[in-house]
T-cell receptor, first 117, second 115 residues
């Protein structure tokens, strides 16, 4: 079974600065997808960014980018020019692309991000 | 376009009571999912439905049943609620696409407390 680990229960950043959230995962599969979801106090789960394992290029979405290291099974999220609205719980998630685990998301424990003005 | 909707938003039950959480999506998605979120544990999959007419167990199915009523609706039932089922429940849906890369879209969640 796949596991996802977020080793930072809490992180903080000053507004306009850059912060990196860590995520590692364990899998024996070669084909899979990785996601970062944001959960603000409203509890709504919002997709931030996704990465296909077969792509070497790191995904970017505006101020959000990832550092995907497939051999190291690492998938970190970098938030540039942090804004107060970025304050939330962030979840890393893994999704198999094949087999009996097809389509199911496995989540990490989450990282609470605080943004200081 | 409402996306994924869940009812109710909050619920308090007594031990042994039953209830059904409702979920509906208007995105014409084939696959639907139920997760629970407990403090410090992220979201865990309870049940999922890859397509209309099929359901499968996830990581934590004990104490729950599901019904895929039609393509739009996927309900979660607690037959005899227990305090261990106190949690926030999320429904999600995704389109079917080969390779498993389809994004899951989440509802707003239901906060359930079992006394």
């Amino acid at each position: 079974a796949q596991t996802v680990t977020q080793s930072q229960p809490e992180m903080s950043v000053q507004e306009a600065e850059t912060v990196t959230l860590s995520c590692t995962y364990d899998t024996s599969e070669s084909d899979y997808y990785l996601f970062w979801y944001k959960q603000p106090p409203s509890r709504q789960m919002i997709l931030v960014i996704r990465q296909e394992a077969y792509k070497q290029q790191n995904a970017t979405e505006n101020r959000f980018s990832v550092n995907f290291q497939k051999a190291a099974k690492s998938f970190s999220l970098k938030i540039s020019d942090s804004q107060l609205g970025d304050a939330a719980m962030y979840f890393c998630a893994y999704r198999s692309a094949s087999g009996t685990s097809y389509g199911k998301l496995t989540f990490g424990q989450g990282t609470i991000l605080t943004v200081h003005p | 376009n409402a996306g994924v909707t869940q009812t109710p938003k909050f619920q308090v039950l007594k031990t042994g009571q039953s209830m059904t959480l409702q979920c509906a999506q208007d995105m014409n998605h084939n696959s639907m999912y139920w997760y629970r979120q407990d403090p410090g544990m992220g979201l865990r999959l309870i049940y999922y439905s890859a397509s209309e007419g099929t359901t499968d167990k996830g990581e934590v199915p004990n104490g729950y049943n599901v019904s895929r009523l039609n393509k739009r609706e996927f309900s979660l039932r607690l037959e005899s609620a227990a305090p261990s089922q106190t949690s926030v429940y999320f429904c999600a849906s995704s389109a079917f696409r080969t390779g498993g890369g389809q994004t899951q879209y989440f509802g707003p969640g239901t906060r359930l407390t079992v006394l």
